[in-house]
């Protein structure tokens, strides 16, 4: 299962740098990065501290693709 | 203030690692191979563990935690990979030696060696992971 993100679209919507949204939600850059990049799972923690920043919910936050087969 | 101890603790280990170093090369007069490669190894953990420090201090002056979610999940792998190698050292060490080099090691080689793999199996995969992002 594939992980996609809206972060950078909601981010851009709110006007907040990847540093920004870091800062606010208490981790480094680098992992807002990976996360952004689908390269990284947040925990529930993060994911909702994320989804909460950007006035959203996870469910729309995260979209999870099913691989072809 | 934990982070923060964390790294002074870990500049404390770093220079006092270079100055046990500095001693034992001063004291050993001509090094053979077999003692350059362990110096080699000791230096690469040195380096590496100055980075890392020197990226938790960064990122704390810039505001961001100096470890969060992903470097601490990156660190137990990290651990788990040090633990095998250390693992797998204590084993092949000994046999590799006695089979290709026909020298039975001494219990003090092999405990170094552990270490030395162990740590460089560490420090390598923390990096290689902190830098994939996984």
Not at chain 2, 122 to 129: C, E, G, H, K, R
Request: charged share 20%.
């Amino acid at each position: 299962m594939r992980m996609r993100t809206r972060i950078k679209e909601l981010r851009a919507r709110y006007d907040l740098t990847q540093e920004d949204l870091a800062i606010k939600v208490g981790v480094r850059r680098e992992t807002i990065l990976f996360v952004e990049k689908g390269k990284y799972s947040p925990s529930l923690k993060l994911a909702h501290a994320i989804a909460k920043v950007l006035q959203t919910t996870i469910d729309e936050l995260f979209i999870f693709d099913e691989e072809d087969k | 203030m934990k982070d923060k101890l964390g790294i002074v603790v870990g500049i404390g280990i770093v220079a006092a690692v270079i100055v046990t170093l500095y001693f034992y090369i001063i004291n050993a007069g001509n090094l053979e191979l077999i003692e350059i490669f362990p110096i080699g190894i000791v230096l690469i953990l040195v380096g590496a563990t100055a980075y890392i420090l020197w990226d938790r201090i960064k990122n704390m002056k810039k505001g961001y935690p100096a470890q969060d979610e992903r470097l601490k999940i990156t660190n137990y792998k990290a651990c788990y990979y040090g633990f095998i190698a250390s693992i797998w050292s204590a084993v092949f060490a000994p046999l590799i030696s006695g089979i290709f080099f026909d020298y039975e090691l001494p219990g003090n080689y092999v405990t170094a060696l552990v270490v030395l793999c162990g740590g460089l199996a560490f420090m390598l995969s923390y990096l290689f992971l902190a830098w994939k992002g996984k």
